[in-house]
């Protein structure tokens, strides 16, 4: 998996020194793995254009519902799937078709990863309230969940809903 973390420092003081003022722009981009699937588990992320790598050009909702299952909702249809990482791999279980997915054809996206950024002074510690998923070039909307950022020691440390996602334990 992919992890992509830029860290941006811009400070501009002003003219009273003892309240200076800081930019500091804060984007990350990690690779969706089984940390960040159980982080997401029961969020619906709504991808409004739909996901073009399922055939689906239409609003979608997909959903974690354990770090090997998802469920994908077009309309009144829906779709149970497996899924594998290193890229996402979803593998359709069950359930009414969606798009163009085929019963037990698994479809491989990649890109795959859970996105935010934003701006804050706190150069140690970052919370956010909402992330984005991107499914090979397809875009969910922003969607609530609780994030924190934390430097310690040159080592980026990220929660999402509580779970640690990077750095993962036992990898890399």
């Known amino acids: 998996m992919r992890t992509r973390i830029a ?5 501009a003081c002003g003219s009273n020194p003892a309240e200076p ?27 409004p254009s739909g996901v073009r790598r399922f055939g689906v050009n ?11 299952v998802a469920t994908l909702q077009d309309g009144a ?6 899924v594998r990482f290193g890229s996402c791999v979803f593998t359709p279980l069950g359930g009414e078709p969606v798009g163009t997915l085929s019963l037990l054809q698994p479809v491989t996206i ?17 919370e956010y309230s909402t992330v984005v998923v ?8 922003a969607t609530p969940a609780s994030v924190r950022m934390k430097l310690v020691e040159s080592v980026v440390y990220v929660t999402v809903n509580g779970i640690l996602v990077h750095p993962r334990l036992g990898g890399t």
């Open 7 to 11: 860290l941006v420092l811009c400070l």
């Open 21 to 47: 003022r800081c930019d500091q722009h804060i984007a990350l981009s990690l690779g969706v793995n089984a940390e960040v699937a159980l982080a997401l588990q029961d969020v619906s992320l709504s991808f």
């Open 58 to 68: 239409a609003p979608v909702i997909l959903t974690f519902t354990s770090e090997t």
């Open 77 to 82: 249809r829906s779709a149970s799937l497996g």
């Open 110 to 126: 990649d890109p795959c990863t859970l996105s935010f950024e934003g701006r804050d002074c706190r150069a140690t510690e970052l």
């Open 134 to 141: 991107n499914l090979g070039g397809s875009v969910s909307a």
